[in-house]
């Protein structure tokens, strides 16, 4: 007379089709109660309510009718809803489930609101009402229920005894309680079966992230969040952008490869390229790749600031890289490394053809174009601690950057010679008010940023300066 919990046996099912994709097998799933059973169960339960009423006289003897149908309809109804063209209609169960409260009222109402046996029924409604719709489903089906007991009612009358016979009452109490129970085991088999779904694929999604995150190690940061969050498909294609491209190597490598052991040269090469790709993130670079002790790095894809402030970035990011290197020697040396490493580094801004290069089974997200070959050329031109930029990239940041004119060169892809420019330091950082103070020798070496410095620092700072100012003066005395 009603219908199994459906909607939660569907969500189970999903749940398990979603899993059973990805693995061989499915641990959670459980076979759930199917409507049919459901509607054989609670049918069968109101044919032996009838018998049984009808055999102690609570019921009017044509009753007995109903038992066929009450026998009969749960095969028509699974014949109708699972193979004519109502199976394609949307919310079919819960519609059917409807039918079955017109029904149990039908019901209700023939065999004159006889009491037990008539809660028994309601019962069995409302309880499969709730767990297939919801509160919604379960007025609806009341309203229905209400409107067919009362058209029955209206048309037999009321029976002359309301109180069912003993046999009759326990007889009916059982049935609901069996329906109630097995529907019951059912809903609890499945909504376990959908919590351990839950954390099964929960753990699918940990394993997808930290693999994800693995993966993005070969990608710079920016690449891979556009195509995880599916700003970017992976597919070849390239386009037209305005970008600025930095490279930088490291002077006198080639020499320290030579003194140093493999296991310590990749040890002091990592440190470096660590350093360099955290500054290169703070600044919005898209790290394009590293080629020996070569980086390159271009701004402006897949995020833009707008050209200027993009080759602000990249010329800002250059200008704090040869501050860090005095920061990095300092370590070297401790470490005993004694050959005095200096970065150089070129920076040109123009249109560049930027994307997915490659084959379709192997691709690699870069740029090309004569914009790359001229950034690439001044790095190489660039003396230690030099940063050479190009006219283009010199007229977006000259407000703010002071430059040196280098004059022109001669570059492979350009009808013209190019005009080439010296990064000296920011316009804020020059004069007496600057920020940094910087001093080097063999025995000596100072990095100072008063703008980075705590006042805690500031103290500590101070009595190194004084403790060195003091055994110098000592030194000195002595000699």
């Known amino acids: 007379m009603m219908n199994a919990p459906a909607d939660l046996r569907s969500a189970s099912s999903c749940a398990g089709k979603a899993l059973s994709a990805d693995h061989p097998y499915n641990p959670v799933a459980i076979p759930p109660m199917p409507d049919y059973n459901g509607r054989i169960l609670a049918y069968t339960a109101t044919a032996v309510i009838i018998v049984t009423g009808v055999v102690q006289g609570a019921f009017p003897e044509w009753l007995l009718w109903l038992v066929a149908g009450a026998l009969t309809w749960p095969h028509l109804a699974h014949l109708l809803t699972r193979r004519t063209f109502l199976r394609q209609s949307p919310r079919i169960r819960q519609k059917m489930l409807i039918f079955d409260c017109v029904v149990g009222g039908g019901f209700i109402g023939c065999i004159g609101l006889v009491a037990i046996p008539s809660v028994s029924v309601v019962l069995m409604l409302m309880?499969?009402?709730?767990?297939?719709?919801?509160?919604?489903?379960?007025?609806?089906?009341?309203?229905?229920?209400?409107?067919?007991?009362?058209?029955?009612?209206?048309?037999?009358?009321?029976?002359?005894?309301?109180?069912?016979?003993?046999?009759?009452?326990?007889?009916?109490?059982?049935?609901?309680?069996?329906?109630?129970?097995?529907?019951?085991?059912?809903?609890?088999?499945?909504?376990?079966?959908?919590?351990?779904?839950?954390?099964?694929?929960?753990?699918?999604?940990?394993?997808?992230?930290?693999?994800?995150?693995?993966?993005?190690?070969?990608?710079?940061?920016?690449?891979?969040?556009?195509?995880?969050?599916?700003?970017?498909?992976?597919?070849?294609?390239?386009?037209?952008?305005?970008?600025?491209?930095?490279?930088?190597?490291?002077?006198?490598?080639?020499?320290?490869?030579?003194?140093?052991?493999?296991?310590?040269?990749?040890?002091?090469?990592?440190?470096?390229?660590?350093?360099?790709?955290?500054?290169?993130?703070?600044?919005?670079?898209?790290?394009?790749?590293?080629?020996?002790?070569?980086?390159?790095?271009?701004?402006?894809?897949?995020?833009?600031?707008?050209?200027?402030?993009?080759?602000?970035?990249?010329?800002?990011?250059?200008?704090?890289?040869?501050k860090h290197m005095k920061i990095m020697r300092q370590k070297w040396r401790s470490q005993g490394i004694k050959t005095p490493l200096e970065i150089r580094m070129g920076i040109s801004t123009g249109y560049t053809t930027v994307g997915n290069f490659g084959a379709e089974n192997r691709m690699d997200y870069t740029i090309i174009g004569k914009e790359v070959n001229l950034a690439s050329r001044l790095e190489s031109l660039a003396e230690p601690g030099e940063i050479l930029i190009s006219y283009e990239t010199f007229s977006l940041i000259k407000d703010k950057i002071m430059c040196r004119d280098k004059g022109e060169i001669t570059v492979k892809g350009f009808g013209k010679p190019v005009p080439i420019y010296e990064v000296v330091d920011f316009r804020r950082d020059m004069g007496p008010n600057r920020s940094f103070l910087e001093h080097e020798h063999s025995g000596f070496a100072m990095y100072l940023d008063s703008d980075k410095i705590t006042e805690k620092e500031r103290e500590s700072i101070l009595a190194a300066l004084e403790d060195a100012a003091d055994r110098l003066r000592q030194e000195e005395d002595a000699s």
């Not at 140093?260 to 990592?270: F, G, H, I, R, Y």
């Open 127 to 322: 309880f499969s009402c709730l767990i297939v719709g919801g509160i919604r489903q379960w007025l609806l089906g009341s309203g229905f229920l209400a409107a067919a007991a009362a058209a029955a009612v209206a048309l037999i009358g009321p029976a002359d005894n309301l109180q069912a016979p003993l046999l009759t009452s326990i007889l009916a109490i059982f049935a609901t309680g069996l329906y109630i129970c097995v529907t019951a085991y059912y809903s609890h088999q499945q909504a376990r079966a959908l919590m351990l779904a839950k954390t099964q694929i929960q753990n699918q999604r940990e394993q997808s992230i930290a693999l994800s995150h693995k993966l993005s190690k070969y990608l710079s940061p920016q690449v891979w969040q556009s195509i995880f969050t599916g700003e970017r498909d992976v597919r070849l294609e390239t386009q037209r952008k305005k970008l600025a491209v930095f490279f930088s190597d490291i002077k006198g490598f080639t020499e320290l490869s030579e003194e140093m052991e493999p296991e310590a040269l990749t040890e002091l090469l990592n440190h470096y390229f660590n350093e360099m790709s955290e500054l290169a993130l703070k600044y919005g670079g898209t790290i394009d790749k590293f080629v020996g002790d070569s980086i390159m790095v271009f701004f402006g894809d897949p995020t833009s600031r707008g050209q200027r402030e993009d080759a602000f970035a990249c010329v800002s990011m250059a200008i704090e890289m040869r």
